[in-house]
């Protein structure tokens, strides 16, 4: 199930929306020029390590160059491969323009900064002593649809559908799409749990916990930046 293009209409040019997806597209490039070695140092440097964020909120200091804090910002900017950032750049591409233009192009950039960080502290709470990086653009976009959901429910989201060796389109509203979302990544966060070394961050594999809670600050947040606000100028 992948969505497509939605109709929504926009009042102003998503500058945002684009500068964002053009410098996770830029970041990815030039982690295709590092060396294994090289890349593994670089994830360690800017990504979001619990273990060492655990340490610096206790006042030890991890040796790194880079404040732990800091890295629940550019954490956002990496990506482990080329389905993780096409696919996340695919959701921003579709959900990010409408918020953009409901919030406006500043209001924005903090919204959507602010839910990545918020996102990876969710992820972090449930395993704080892990030294496997939580990296990725996740988190903010799950805030971004957790906006769009509450601001465009009856949107009808143009989703390809594989049936079989076919492919075909329907139209579903935003509140079952984005719904149905949410609920995945709650349910397999939650198994994450019981079966750490198989599901979730501790695997290496998806932060489902930044997937939820980033949606939830994202539901939150957006009307307290004035997700429904009527205001003509926007920018």
């Known amino acids: ?22 410098i996770n597209i830029v970041v990815f490039i030039f982690e295709l020029q590092l060396t294994p070695p090289a890349l593994e140092q670089f994830f360690h440097l800017y990504a979001v390590v619990p273990r060492e964020l655990t340490a610096s909120l206790e006042g030890i200091n991890v040796g790194q160059p880079v404040p732990e804090w800091l890295t629940l910002f550019t954490s956002q900017f990496l990506h482990g491969g080329f389905l993780h950032v096409a696919g996340n750049m695919l959701f ?11 919030l406006g192009h500043i209001k924005f950039i903090i919204f959507y900064l ?5 996102a990876a502290l969710a992820q972090w709470f449930f395993s704080a002593g892990s030294e496997i990086p939580s990296l990725g653009a996740s988190g903010a976009i799950a805030g971004v649809m957790g906006a769009y959901v509450l601001r465009f429910p009856k949107a009808q989201i143009l989703t390809l559908v594989p049936l079989g060796f076919f492919l075909t389109t329907f139209r579903i509203p935003a509140v079952f799409f984005l719904g149905f979302w949410f609920v995945q990544q709650a349910f397999y966060g939650i198994a994450s749990l019981n079966a750490p070394a198989n599901i979730g961050m501790e695997g290496g594999g998806v932060a489902y916990w930044a997937h939820a809670g980033g949606f939830v600050f994202g539901a ?6 004035g997700l429904f606000s009527q205001v003509e100028d926007n920018s």
């Open 220 to 225: 939150i947040l957006g009307p307290l930046l």
């Open 1 to 22: 199930m992948v969505p497509l293009r939605d109709d929504n209409p926009t009042r102003i040019t998503p500058y945002i929306t684009y500068a964002l997806i053009a």
């Open 92 to 102: 921003l591409w579709i959900f990010g323009n409408n918020i953009e233009d409901q």
């Open 114 to 118: 602010a839910c990545g960080a918020l």
